[in-house]
C-alpha cells in the first residue's frame, strides 16, 4: 500500500483512531520505509516477529532468466519468447499504463488472448480482467506493478518483465507472483542495457542468493556501476541452473 501511493491516507485514518488501539502490520519485505511506519503508528515500543531472514531474497522455486539487450530489441524479442511459450498462463509487467494498452493492443494483433491491468481502470474493469485471467479466458496479462502484490493465481507459470522496476524489492515481488505454493515457475526479465543498467548490482546479488545463472554481461554491467553490489558481497552461494518446468 505504501507503494501504491496510500501513505497519506492511512496516516489519516491512524490519525482518526483511539491512541489505546491495537496495530498489526504485516510486511513480505520489512525496508527502511516499513521500519519508519511501524514507529509511528505504534504507541508503544512494537513487538516485531519476523520469519526466515531479513535479507532481500527471492524463491528458489523460481527459475530467473535475464536477457541482456536494447530497448528497440524489447517488442520482437517479447514476441519471440510467446511463440516459444505456446498459451501458458503469463503475466507481463510493464512500468507504465500507457505502455499496458499499447502491448496489449500490440499483442492482440499477434493472435493472443491478452488484457491489461493498471491503475486507471475501474474497480468492476479490474474484476471482469481477473476473473477472465483465473479462468483461463484470458492467457497473457500485461500489468504495471498494481498486480506484482496480492495476487495469488496458482497456475501462473511465467513472469515476463517487459520493464524492469526502479527497485530490486519490486522485482522479487513480481517474480514472485509465479511459483506459488511449491510449484515451479519461470521470470524472464528483459534487461534494457543502457536504461537499467544502475539496477545490475542488485540484481546480481539476487540471482547468487537464489543459485540462478547469472549472464556475464549482467555481471560486467555490474561491476561497471557498481550499483547495489556492496549489499550483497556477503552472499557466496554458487550459481546454478534450475530445471525449466514443463
Known amino acids: 500500500m505504501l507503494d501504491m501511493g496510500f501513505e497519506p491516507s492511512i496516516r489519516k485514518i491512524v490519525a482518526q ?9 504485516f510486511s513480505a519485505t520489512w525496508p527502511k520505509e516499513v521500519q519508519s511506519l511501524a514507529l509511528d503508528f505504534c504507541t508503544q515500543q512494537p513487538i516485531h516477529i519476523q520469519i526466515g531472514s531479513l ?5 528458489r522455486q523460481i527459475q530467473q532468466k535475464v536477457v541482456i539487450l536494447t530497448k528497440d530489441q524489447k517488442e520482437n524479442k517479447l514476441r519471440e519468447i510467446l511463440q516459444q511459450l505456446g498459451t501458458k498462463k503469463i503475466i507481463i509487467f510493464c512500468q507504465t499504463k500507457i505502455k499496458c494498452d499499447q502491448l496489449q493492443l500490440y499483442l492482440i494483433q499477434d493472435g493472443l488472448r491478452c488484457k491489461s491491468l ?5 474497480q468492476s474493469e479490474r474484476d471482469f480482467v481477473m476473473n477472465s485471467f483465473k479462468r ?4 497473457v ?13 496458482k497456475d501462473i507459470e511465467f513472469v515476463i518483465n517487459f520493464d524492469m522496476p526502479r527497485l530490486i524489492e519490486d522485482y522479487v ?6 511459483g506459488r505454493a511449491g510449484a515451479q515457475g519461470v521470470s524472464i526479465s528483459l534487461f534494457d542495457s543502457y536504461e537499467d543498467a544502475k539496477l545490475a548490482g542488485d540484481l546480481v546479488g539476487v540471482l547468487r542468493e537464489s543459485q540462478n545463472e547469472i549472464p556475464n554481461e549482467l555481471s560486467h554491467l555490474a561491476n561497471v556501476t557498481n550499483s547495489g553490489y556492496l549489499n550483497y558481497r556477503k552472499w557466496n552461494a554458487p ?8
Open 136 to 139: 483461463g479466458d484470458t492467457t
Open 173 to 178: 515481488h513480481r517474480i514472485g507472483r509465479t
Open 239 to 246: 550459481s546454478g541452473k534450475i530445471q525449466y518446468c514443463s
Open 118 to 122: 493498471h491503475g486507471d481502470k475501474r
Open 141 to 153: 496479462l500485461v500489468a504495471t506493478d498494481v498486480a506484482s502484490r496480492g495476487l495469488d493465481i
Open 55 to 59: 535479507d532481500l531474497t527471492s524463491n
Open 17 to 25: 483512531t483511539r491512541s489505546e488501539r491495537q496495530t498489526m502490520l
